[in-house]
């Protein structure tokens, strides 16, 4: 009874282990190894993306033309006060925006920089004194995760960029049901179409993959692991008696080991 007892409990560690295996990160890099090389991500500009565009210069006159004003919702129906917001663009299914003055822009396959300063170059012979300071953001930059990980939603980053592992954190990381070796990321690129990706957590070489680096509106889906897909076909009652099992079979394991000391 007492060699069950302890097979039993060696067979719970090396289970264990193996779930330590599992769910552990960076599992293939090095102290010091240098996993990514020290090109710059830069977002591009995809059809149905939301953009804000500000001209700021020493001339108001002259970029108080660029910075329209959103219309804004008549007070007197409405117990809502807002404040004056400045007009965004809603890039069109052709990669288009109507930009004032300058008409139809193309600025699909832009990044932000490029963007910048092609509206700079346009602008140029409309100041006399000095170059305005153009500033574009995207603003509908969020991606949604879904799947094995804490809290499931949408999560909006401000800074232009986010990585896998930056979005997983803002969802609470997987959980331990979540399988690290095989999440899948759905993208759809500039030119509407679909692509899967899939990463490997545990592999250095997820640094490498296109998918390292989250586009805006990404759906990144963590797969729930074996564990997880056992429990789902038991019900309340079947989780109740393995649970229990298993504490029983901790105290008994416990109850020998004083046992064995105390003799």
């Not at 807002?82 to 299914?93: G, I, K, W």
């Not at 390292?212 to 509106?217: T, V, W």
């Amino acid at each position: 009874m007492r060699k069950i007892i302890y097979l039993l409990a060696l067979t719970c560690v090396t289970a264990s282990c193996v779930q330590v295996k599992d769910i552990s990160y960076f599992q293939q890099t090095e102290q010091g190894q240098t996993v990514l090389n020290s090109t710059t991500y830069d977002a591009r500009i995809k059809p149905k993306d939301i953009l804000s565009i500000t001209v700021v210069s020493s001339e108001p006159a002259a970029s108080r033309r660029y910075n329209l004003i959103a219309p804004q919702v008549d007070e007197r129906l409405t117990s809502i006060q807002s404040q004056p917001s400045l007009q965004t663009y809603l890039v069109d299914n052709d990669g288009n925006i109507n930009f004032p003055s300058l008409g139809v822009l193309k600025v699909k396959g832009l990044s932000v920089k490029e963007l910048e300063k092609a509206i700079e170059k346009q602008l140029k012979p409309f100041f006399t004194e000095e170059m305005p300071v153009i500033t574009v953001r995207i603003m509908n930059y969020s991606v949604n995760v879904l799947g094995e990980v804490l809290r499931p939603g949408t999560f909006v980053t401000t800074n232009g960029r986010m990585t896998i592992f930056e979005g997983l954190a803002m969802a609470g990381d997987l959980t331990i049901y979540g399988r690290r070796d095989n999440v899948k990321i759905l993208r759809e690129n500039e030119n509407g179409e679909k692509i899967i990706y899939t990463l490997n957590l545990n592999d250095k070489k997820l640094f490498d993959s296109p998918a390292f680096f989250l586009e805006q509106n990404d759906v990144v889906y963590v797969e729930p692991n074996q564990t997880r897909a056992n429990s789902s076909k038991y019900g309340a009652a079947e989780n109740y008696r393995i649970s229990t099992i298993s504490v029983l079979i901790s105290l008994a394991t416990l109850g020998v080991t004083i046992f064995a000391m105390s003799r």
